[in-house]
């Protein structure tokens, strides 16, 4: 079960990037085809040096690759929270094809950010 939610994640999380399965393997140095062997978890146990270069290249703690699903007991505010914000996007007619240009808008707040530090 866990090995189904790492590649889950990766695949994700690069989507959340931008970045193509080439992409990811051309800036971490895996194979492409073994990058995606892990993403359909047809690779079940990829060794933690591997994981750490991919998490390096997507800008995440190793911890957010391996997380398994957020435990809604564990923590419901943050649960709540983004059901209250895609509630509120729907409710602003926001369409779904427009949601990169909120992923764009993040990617610019992170980026001054780095500028600042």
């Not at 509120?88 to 993040?106: A, C, N, P, T, V």
Request: charged content about 30%; cysteine-free.
């Amino acid at each position: 079960m866990m090995d189904v939610m790492i590649g889950q994640n990766i695949s994700s999380i690069r989507k959340q990037r931008g970045y193509t399965l080439s992409e990811l393997s051309e800036r971490t140095g895996i194979s492409k085809s073994y990058l995606s062997n892990i993403e359909r978890n047809l690779k079940q146990n990829p060794s933690i040096h591997v994981m750490e270069r991919i998490a390096l290249v997507l800008k995440v703690d190793l911890k957010t690759l391996l997380k398994i699903a957020v435990d809604v007991e564990t923590n419901p505010h943050l649960d709540q929270e983004w059901i209250d914000f895609v509630a509120y996007l729907k409710q602003s007619g926001i369409e779904k094809e427009r949601i990169h240009e909120f992923k764009m808008l993040i990617e610019f707040m992170k980026w001054q950010d780095d500028q600042v530090k």
